[in-house]
């Protein structure tokens, strides 16, 4: 005859699924133990911010028990130390103690962006809003399809803080063609974040050869413009030139070319007998561009008024050209300077008086100013702003009274109101 051993209470080895804000808990009681009619179940999880989480479950029978730690939420990517323990309800407790680490956060993408789209290469920007929680870096890799069937990838660029950048440039594109970039920010710790952008490269740069001046005219120009290639994706080019005359004229024209090999380009509207500068750019229809370069001399004589005289006072027109009020003076007849003799600038007063007086037109608050000031001497000396001697001939006048008429030579003794006079010498 034999009597058996009461069954204790037995647990078997406790595991963890941790995710990002809990942890599931998988606890094996393959014996309640004799006497015990339940068990019951404690887990206690402590972490890094010194928060306590807790749960508890009863159970009468023996199986595995799954109990999930979440709330409050459990931080991600974080060290946790977990404490389980199973009590009878009548005897015996067994305890087991882990520790498990939070999954991290995914990243967090902003929108994409182009910073510099070319026919062949594209430059995107990608902003890292969040590296996620736990993690200490992402890697970004960015993958374009083109509607061509053809695929480029970017090389990696890893981000390592919250608001960072990455810029990955796209090479080997092809031009004039539709592409949808995509792309993935890989966590540390696996988690991933994904965006979409769609943009087109432009049709390559044209092709010229050197430009030949054909013809110079009094007002006018011709050129022949070797087109050699329209560029990968244009159909067509726009030949546009561009004269700068050293008298600051400007003229330009454009003509559109669909046949490569010589074409022309003729520009009117030229000042006779003026140097230019001439600019060529032949520019695709679908992008893309070139440019040359050249210049020409047109024929016949330059007529340019120098200055307009009225009644025995000269009004330069370079100092009309240098303050904006004209652009030069070729076309223009003296009668229109004359005109613009009385005009009235800024601060009130005539064109001619800003002129003479040193003042520039177009400023409100121009005006000259007289200054006395006291010598070693103890004697009067007087300037004024702005000062333009010796082109300038000031003359100092007065009166005792602002009552009385008209304005004399001052004396000391009797004056005392005075101004000043300026006049070309």
Same mark, same amino acid.
């Given at each position: 005859?034999?009597?058996?051993?009461?069954?204790?209470? &037995?647990?078997?080895?406790?595991?963890?699924?941790?995710?990002?804000?809990?942890?599931?808990?998988?606890?094996?009681?393959?014996?309640?133990? !004799?006497?015990?009619?339940?068990?019951?179940?404690?887990? =206690?999880?402590?972490?890094?911010?010194?928060?306590?989480?807790?749960?508890?479950?009863?159970?009468? /029978?023996?199986? %595995?028990?799954?109990?999930?730690?979440?709330?409050?939420?459990?931080?991600?990517?974080?060290?946790?130390?977990?404490?389980?323990?199973? *009590?009878?309800?009548?005897?015996?407790?067994?305890?087991?103690?882990?520790?498990? !680490?939070?999954? &991290?956060?995914?990243?967090?993408?902003?929108?994409?962006?182009?910073?510099?789209? /070319?026919?062949?290469?594209?430059?995107?920007? @990608?902003?890292?809003?969040?590296?996620? &929680? #736990?993690?200490?870096?992402?890697?970004?890799?960015?993958?374009?399809?083109?509607?061509?069937?053809?695929?480029?990838?970017?090389?990696?660029?890893?981000?390592?803080?919250?608001?960072?950048?990455?810029?990955?440039?796209?090479?080997?594109?092809?031009?004039? %063609?539709?592409?949808?970039? *995509?792309?993935?920010?890989?966590?540390?710790? #696996?988690? %991933?974040?994904?965006?979409?952008?769609?943009?087109? %490269?432009?049709?390559?740069?044209?092709?010229?050869?050197? =430009?030949?001046?054909?013809?110079?005219?009094?007002?006018?120009?011709?050129?022949?413009? +070797?087109?050699?290639?329209?560029?990968?994706?244009?159909?067509?080019?726009?030949?546009?030139?561009?004269?700068?005359?050293?008298?600051?004229?400007?003229?330009?024209?454009?003509?559109?070319?669909?046949?490569?090999?010589?074409?022309?380009?003729?520009?009117?509207?030229?000042?006779?007998?003026?140097?230019?500068?001439?600019?060529?750019?032949?520019?695709?229809?679908? #992008?893309?561009?070139?440019?040359?370069?050249?210049?020409? !001399?047109?024929?016949?004589?330059?007529?340019?008024?120098?200055?307009?005289?009225? $009644?025995? $006072?000269?009004?330069?027109?370079?100092?009309?050209?240098?303050?904006? @009020?004209?652009?030069?003076?070729?076309?223009?007849?003296?009668?229109?300077?004359?005109?613009?003799?009385?005009?009235?600038?800024?601060?009130?007063?005539?064109?001619?008086?800003?002129?003479?007086?040193?003042?520039?037109?177009? $400023? +409100?608050? &121009?005006?000259?100013?007289?200054? @006395?000031?006291?010598? /070693?001497?103890?004697?009067?000396?007087?300037?004024?702003? +702005?000062?333009?001697?010796?082109?300038?001939?000031?003359?100092?006048?007065?009166?005792?009274?602002?009552?009385?008429?008209?304005?004399? $030579?001052?004396?000391?003794?009797?004056?005392?109101?005075?101004? =000043?006079?300026?006049?070309?010498?």
């Amino acid at each position: 005859m034999f009597r058996t051993l009461p069954a204790a209470l &037995a647990v078997g080895t406790v595991s963890t699924t941790p995710n990002q804000t809990n942890c599931a808990f998988s606890v094996p009681i393959s014996e309640i133990g !004799t006497g015990n009619d339940s068990a019951q179940i404690d887990i =206690v999880v402590t972490g890094p911010d010194g928060q306590t989480h807790s749960s508890t479950r009863t159970v009468t /029978e023996t199986g %595995t028990v799954s109990m999930t730690i979440d709330d409050p939420p459990l931080l991600a990517g974080a060290n946790y130390t977990a404490v389980v323990t199973v *009590t009878g309800s009548k005897t015996g407790s067994v305890t087991n103690n882990l520790s498990f !680490t939070t999954l &991290a956060s995914a990243p967090t993408l902003g929108a994409l962006s182009t910073n510099a789209v /070319e026919d062949v290469s594209a430059t995107l920007n @990608i902003p890292v809003a969040a590296i996620g &929680a #736990g993690n200490t870096y992402v890697d970004v890799l960015v993958t374009a399809d083109g509607a061509d069937g053809s695929s480029v990838t970017g090389e990696v660029q890893r981000v390592s803080t919250d608001g960072g950048v990455a810029e990955v440039t796209l090479s080997g594109l092809t031009p004039y %063609t539709e592409y949808t970039a *995509t792309a993935v920010a890989t966590s540390s710790s #696996g988690g %991933t974040a994904t965006q979409t952008l769609s943009f087109a %490269t432009r049709a390559s740069d044209p092709q010229i050869g050197a =430009v030949f001046v054909m013809s110079q005219q009094d007002t006018a120009g011709a050129f022949l413009v +070797p087109v050699n290639a329209f560029g990968a994706g244009n159909t067509e080019v726009t030949i546009k030139a561009t004269a700068f005359g050293d008298d600051g004229t400007r003229a330009e024209s454009s003509t559109i070319c669909t046949a490569l090999g010589n074409n022309y380009a003729t520009i009117s509207g030229l000042s006779p007998g003026t140097p230019y500068d001439v600019t060529i750019t032949v520019t695709g229809n679908h #992008g893309g561009s070139a440019t040359a370069s050249t210049t020409l !001399t047109t024929t016949g004589t330059r007529t340019t008024i120098v200055s307009v005289v009225v $009644d025995g $006072d000269t009004l330069p027109t370079r100092w009309l050209i240098d303050n904006g @009020i004209i652009q030069n003076s070729l076309g223009l007849m003296e009668a229109d300077l004359v005109e613009l003799w009385g005009t009235t600038a800024a601060n009130g007063m005539t064109l001619h008086e800003c002129y003479v007086a040193g003042l520039d037109p177009g $400023d +409100p608050d &121009a005006d000259l100013v007289a200054n @006395i000031l006291m010598n /070693e001497a103890a004697e009067p000396v007087i300037t004024w702003t +702005p000062d333009l001697t010796p082109d300038r001939v000031y003359t100092v006048i007065g009166r005792t009274n602002l009552t009385d008429s008209g304005w004399v $030579d001052p004396t000391n003794e009797s004056t005392r109101f005075y101004k =000043v006079k300026v006049s070309l010498p």
